[in-house]
């Protein structure tokens, strides 16, 4: 396998965790995909996290 140069910067999580803790949003997680997307997860207002339609299907709630 040859080494790729990376999809993103660790400038680039910060600066979108920032942003969203700017927002007014707790960040609780973060994740990269291979292709360099960055999803930021944020605590929802009851203090539960927010669950995705996969960890829904996967019953991972």
């Known amino acids: 396998m040859a080494n790729?140069?990376?999809?993103?910067?660790?400038?680039d999580v910060t600066?979108?965790?920032?942003?969203?803790?700017?927002?007014g949003l707790p960040v609780?997680?973060?994740?990269?995909d291979r292709e360099g997307k960055i999803i930021i997860?944020?605590?929802e207002s009851d203090g539960k996290q927010s669950v995705s339609a996969i960890d829904k299907a996967?019953?991972?709630e």
């Open 4 to 11: 790729r140069p990376a999809t993103f910067k660790q400038s």
């Open 58 to 60: 996967l019953g991972i």
């Open 41 to 43: 997860r944020c605590a």
């Open 28 to 32: 609780v997680g973060v994740e990269i």
């Open 15 to 23: 600066r979108a965790a920032r942003g969203v803790t700017a927002a």
